[in-house]
């Protein structure tokens, strides 16, 4: 309980320290917002009437009170360029940012657990090295070159997935809204047709989006793996009976994953940044696409609404994972405690 | 008991050899190594670091796991060998009829694991029918056996919270869980400080007795032998060099090593006096071990002796009950080592 109490007022502090940054650096940005709301053309008066309508003449304290406390009542901002509330933006694009996130992060776990373990439970001289040159691709190339090659190879080239046109073919109808998420509402539809279609549509960015991480979690893995493999308990564990997979399974691989759990968590929260560039390659109609367009458009709440949300994903991601590594490693608890 | 009689053997080890292949060619940690063990008997094998001593031990268990491979010979338990046999059989046989003993209790229990997963493990995984409440009394019962206290409680803690010491009860509980016939316990209480030693001894010898289990301890700790064993085996080099009952061993050392090691022992009286005693040089390459005998480089009763240099010593039972592997074996070394010093 003393765990779990002193890792979320952690979480709080993270929270309150980004929202602090995000606000510092939106002050510190050259432009005039008021100038930009009204234009080069509008009269000082207008200007100045503006300036007290939103608050700038404040003390610096008291707008950042009045920012922190709309922020956390939901008002997010107006944004000027789509002519809707940045808060009915953001829930319109977060599904699909999240359909692909969550595609990506779980592509990523299923190929670090599958080959972690292929090259570690009995050495294989091949799939090791495949393995490693994976890892190595996926960790030292960009995301955007990756995204661009994809698309030349298996859409220009090879011609088997669909082009870079959102998260449905044109002809396609798109199953009712429920939960935003393309591919589950086609499911809960049972449009069949869709279903596909998405689901190849969706197979190119998350793949391209899931290797970065694939790369780090997989080389992370292996080596704990390849280390806690001469802990002397393992041994004990096979001296009681155990079989070779029930040792691994039980004993080497919850000692080796913690790392991996802790790492996938802070990778999860930075695929919030990677989907940046794919979601606007690939045309992805999810928050990041957004973001990019607002931040050349000048439409700064969209911008700063994304950057507190995304600290707050991050912290409360981070917190999760913490907890559950204490619920795992006894050690973690007593550490914090 | 007299091993050299052997009535009921539980354990019959007949010419072992365990080599390791790596890179700069093939270790033999264990060349040629037989012996025989009785029920309940206590048996003793000392030896140097990186002797074979514990290269011995997974080798009987079966965990000799590549680069390391049983080249030859034979470990009969109750009459079933056990070289060359299936893992799936063997687990059968690990933790049920022969059980190990790690010297780090510490690195022995799995950290993220409570002890009661542990013994539980220990139990279930031969006893697929026992339910969980029944595997937990049994958990208890096995806690409070190795005189841990408030076992009921202390079965849900995890291994950092428990001392030294207790982990070692913990250790020696999973490891009599189904009251093997053999248990191996490589040098069990190195990591614990001299008193705690004594009790876990203590606990070991009054279990092991109770359940007439045979044991082979592995150490380097002659004090430990004396107090705990029957009989003797002194290793070097992955070799016996001289077997013997525990008191015999003791007060007629034949063989040149074990009069060396038993002359360094540190005593209070030398240490007031002068250096350390040491037996000087190191053991041999296990890699690279000539055609005789693997001690002379060290020894001092082979200096000038060509044989010694040559010729493998033969091991004939002597009058004594010892077997000794010395061209010399009747030799005093007393003199000389006195010279020495």
């Given at each position: 309980?003393?765990?779990f109490?002193?890792?979320l007022v952690g979480?709080?502090?993270?929270?309150?320290g980004?929202?602090?940054?995000?606000?510092?650096?939106?002050r510190?940005l050259?432009a005039?917002?008021?100038r930009l709301?009204?234009?080069?053309?509008?009269?000082?008066?207008?200007?100045?009437?503006?300036?007290?309508q939103?608050g700038l003449?404040?003390?610096?304290?008291?707008?950042?009170w009045?920012?922190?406390?709309?922020?956390?009542?939901?008002s997010?901002?107006y944004?000027y360029?789509?002519?809707?509330?940045?808060r009915?933006?953001?829930a319109?694009?977060?599904?699909a940012?999240?359909?692909?996130?969550?595609c990506?992060?779980?592509?990523a776990?299923?190929f670090?657990?599958?080959?972690?373990?292929?090259?570690?439970?009995?050495?294989?001289r091949?799939?090791?090295?495949?393995?490693?040159g994976?890892?190595l691709?996926?960790?030292s190339?960009?995301?955007?070159?990756?995204?661009l090659?994809?698309l030349v190879?298996?859409?220009?080239?090879?011609?088997i997935?669909?082009?870079?046109n959102?998260?449905?073919?044109a002809g396609i109808?798109?199953?009712p809204?429920?939960t935003?998420?393309?591919l589950i509402?086609?499911?809960?539809?049972?449009?069949?047709?869709?279903?596909?279609?998405?689901?190849?549509?969706?197979?190119?960015?998350?793949?391209?989006?899931s290797?970065?991480?694939f790369?780090?979690?997989?080389?992370?893995?292996?080596a704990?793996?390849?280390?806690v493999?001469?802990e002397?308990?393992?041994l004990?564990a096979?001296?009681r009976?155990?079989s070779?997979?029930?040792?691994?399974?039980?004993?080497?691989l919850?000692n080796?994953?913690?790392?991996?759990l802790t790492a996938?968590?802070?990778?999860?929260?930075?695929?919030?940044?990677?989907?940046?560039?794919?979601e606007?390659?690939?045309?992805?109609?999810?928050?990041?696409?957004?973001v990019?367009n607002?931040?050349?458009?000048e439409d700064y709440s969209?911008?700063?609404?994304?950057?507190?949300?995304s600290?707050?994903?991050?912290?409360v991601?981070?917190?999760l994972?913490?907890?559950?590594?204490?619920?795992?490693d006894?050690?973690?608890?007593?550490?914090?405690a | 008991?007299?091993?050299?009689q052997p009535?009921?053997?539980?354990?019959?080890?007949?010419?072992?050899?365990?080599?390791f292949?790596?890179?700069?060619?093939k270790v033999q940690?264990?060349?040629?190594v037989s012996?025989?063990l009785?029920?309940g008997?206590?048996?003793?094998?000392v030896g140097?670091s990186?002797?074979?001593?514990?290269?011995m031990?997974?080798?009987?268990?079966?965990?000799?796991?590549p680069?390391?491979f049983?080249v030859a010979?034979?470990?009969?338990?109750?009459?079933?060998e056990?070289?060359g046999?299936?893992?799936?059989?063997?687990?059968?046989?690990?933790?049920?009829?022969i059980?190990l003993?790690?010297?780090?209790?510490?690195?022995?229990l799995?950290p993220?694991?409570?002890?009661?997963a542990?013994l539980l493990?220990a139990i279930r995984?031969?006893?697929?029918?026992?339910?969980r409440?029944?595997?937990?009394r049994?958990?208890?019962?096995?806690l409070?056996?190795?005189?841990?206290?408030n076992?009921?409680?202390?079965?849900n803690?995890?291994?950092?919270?428990y001392?030294g010491g207790?982990r070692q009860?913990v250790?020696i509980?999973?490891?009599?869980?189904?009251e093997?016939?053999?248990?191996?316990?490589?040098?069990?209480?190195?990591?614990?400080?001299?008193?705690?030693?004594?009790?876990?001894?203590?606990?070991?010898g009054?279990?092991?007795e109770?359940?007439?289990?045979a044991?082979?301890l592995?150490?380097?700790?002659?004090?430990?032998?004396?107090?705990?064993?029957?009989?003797v085996?002194?290793?070097y080099?992955?070799?016996?060099?001289?077997q013997a009952?525990?008191?015999?061993?003791?007060t007629?050392?034949?063989?040149?090593?074990?009069?060396?090691?038993l002359?360094?022992v540190?005593?209070?009286?030398?240490?007031?006096?002068?250096?350390?005693?040491a037996?000087?040089?190191?053991?041999?390459?296990?890699?690279s071990?000539?055609?005789g005998?693997?001690?002379?480089?060290r020894?001092?009763?082979?200096?000038?002796?060509?044989?010694?240099?040559?010729?493998?010593?033969?091991a004939p039972l002597?009058?004594?009950?010892?077997?000794?592997?010395c061209?010399?074996?009747?030799?005093d070394d007393?003199?000389l080592a006195?010279e020495?010093q």
């Amino acid at each position: 309980m003393r765990f779990f109490i002193s890792r979320l007022v952690g979480g709080v502090a993270s929270i309150f320290g980004a929202s602090v940054l995000g606000f510092i650096f939106l002050r510190l940005l050259p432009a005039n917002p008021t100038r930009l709301l009204l234009g080069p053309l509008a009269s000082p008066a207008a200007v100045r009437a503006l300036r007290l309508q939103m608050g700038l003449n404040r003390s610096v304290p008291v707008q950042y009170w009045d920012y922190i406390s709309q922020f956390f009542r939901g008002s997010w901002g107006y944004s000027y360029i789509y002519g809707r509330t940045v808060r009915e933006l953001i829930a319109s694009r977060l599904p699909a940012s999240l359909e692909l996130e969550l595609c990506a992060f779980a592509i990523a776990l299923f190929f670090t657990l599958l080959l972690a373990l292929l090259t570690t439970y009995r050495p294989h001289r091949f799939l090791s090295g495949l393995t490693r040159g994976l890892a190595l691709f996926g960790q030292s190339t960009p995301v955007f070159w990756l995204a661009l090659v994809s698309l030349v190879v298996f859409v220009s080239w090879l011609k088997i997935l669909p082009g870079p046109n959102g998260q449905l073919s044109a002809g396609i109808t798109p199953p009712p809204v429920t939960t935003g998420m393309v591919l589950i509402d086609s499911l809960l539809a049972g449009d069949l047709t869709a279903f596909w279609n998405a689901c190849e549509h969706l197979v190119l960015p998350a793949v391209v989006l899931s290797l970065p991480s694939f790369g780090f979690l997989v080389r992370l893995l292996r080596a704990n793996l390849l280390d806690v493999a001469h802990e002397p308990f393992l041994l004990v564990a096979r001296g009681r009976g155990l079989s070779r997979w029930k040792t691994y399974s039980r004993h080497a691989l919850p000692n080796a994953a913690l790392p991996t759990l802790t790492a996938s968590g802070l990778l999860l929260a930075q695929m919030l940044a990677g989907s940046v560039f794919v979601e606007t390659i690939f045309n992805w109609p999810g928050v990041g696409a957004l973001v990019v367009n607002s931040v050349s458009n000048e439409d700064y709440s969209v911008v700063q609404a994304f950057v507190l949300l995304s600290a707050c994903a991050y912290v409360v991601l981070n917190v999760l994972i913490d907890l559950l590594s204490g619920v795992l490693d006894p050690r973690v608890r007593r550490r914090a405690a | 008991m007299s091993a050299l009689q052997p009535s009921n053997p539980v354990l019959v080890v007949a010419s072992l050899q365990t080599e390791f292949r790596i890179a700069r060619g093939k270790v033999q940690a264990v060349r040629d190594v037989s012996f025989t063990l009785e029920q309940g008997e206590r048996l003793g094998i000392v030896g140097e670091s990186g002797c074979g001593k514990s290269a011995m031990a997974l080798s009987i268990m079966g965990l000799i796991e590549p680069p390391g491979f049983i080249v030859a010979g034979s470990v009969k338990l109750v009459g079933q060998e056990l070289v060359g046999l299936p893992d799936r059989r063997l687990r059968k046989i690990r933790g049920r009829e022969i059980s190990l003993i790690y010297q780090d209790a510490s690195a022995a229990l799995d950290p993220v694991r409570s002890i009661g997963a542990h013994l539980l493990e220990a139990i279930r995984n031969h006893d697929a029918t026992i339910g969980r409440a029944a595997a937990r009394r049994r958990a208890v019962e096995l806690l409070r056996d190795v005189e841990v206290p408030n076992a009921e409680r202390r079965l849900n803690d995890y291994p950092h919270q428990y001392s030294g010491g207790m982990r070692q009860r913990v250790v020696i509980a999973c490891a009599l869980a189904h009251e093997p016939t053999v248990v191996i316990a490589d040098e069990p209480t190195t990591a614990l400080d001299v008193t705690t030693q004594a009790q876990v001894l203590t606990l070991l010898g009054r279990l092991v007795e109770e359940r007439r289990t045979a044991v082979v301890l592995i150490t380097h700790n002659l004090g430990i032998v004396a107090e705990f064993c029957d009989t003797v085996r002194v290793m070097y080099a992955g070799r016996f060099v001289e077997q013997a009952s525990t008191e015999t061993l003791f007060t007629t050392p034949r063989h040149p090593y074990t009069s060396a090691l038993l002359g360094s022992v540190p005593r209070v009286k030398q240490l007031l006096t002068g250096p350390l005693p040491a037996i000087g040089g190191s053991p041999p390459d296990l890699a690279s071990v000539g055609p005789g005998c693997a001690f002379a480089p060290r020894c001092l009763r082979s200096r000038g002796r060509e044989i010694c240099q040559t010729t493998a010593p033969a091991a004939p039972l002597r009058t004594d009950g010892h077997i000794v592997e010395c061209h010399f074996a009747d030799e005093d070394d007393a003199i000389l080592a006195d010279e020495t010093q």
